[in-house]
Nanobody, 124 residues
């Protein structure tokens, strides 16, 4: 079992930046691809970004390409989501998740373990 805890959310203005962190405990962190998802009120949880076990292969949803960067530090058992040029439509609860295989996927069902979420609110 893997336990995941997110941090770094907050209330910011459009154009600002935030860095989310997700720290894992339990099983070996480096053995899992990791993903970030987000969920706005009344919306389904949606994929944001994923990173492979090695940290080399990454993938983003189109709406965040060029603005968000996913990274991981296996020595610290932590995955990050650097969010720049934030927009009001980025407002959501952000979740990190641990998946399977080398690369992970883009669906919630591709991930077995989830954090509690951290709120990101972007005002205009």
């Amino acid at each position: 079992q893997v336990q995941l805890v997110e941090s770094g959310g907050g209330l910011v203005q459009a154009g600002d930046s935030l860095r989310l962190s997700c720290t894992a405990s339990g099983r070996t962190f480096s053995g899992y691809p990791m993903g970030w998802f987000r969920q706005a009120p009344g919306k389904e949880r949606e994929f944001v970004a994923r990173i492979s076990r090695s940290g080399i292969v990454i993938y983003y949803t189109d709406s965040v390409k060029g603005r968000f960067t996913i990274s991981r530090d296996n020595a610290k058992n932590t995955v990050y989501l650097q969010m720049n040029s934030l927009k009001p439509e980025d407002t959501a609860v952000y979740y990190c998740a641990a998946g399977r295989g080398l690369y992970g996927g883009t669906e919630t069902r591709d991930y077995d373990y989830w954090g509690q979420g951290t709120q990101v609110t972007v005002s205009s």
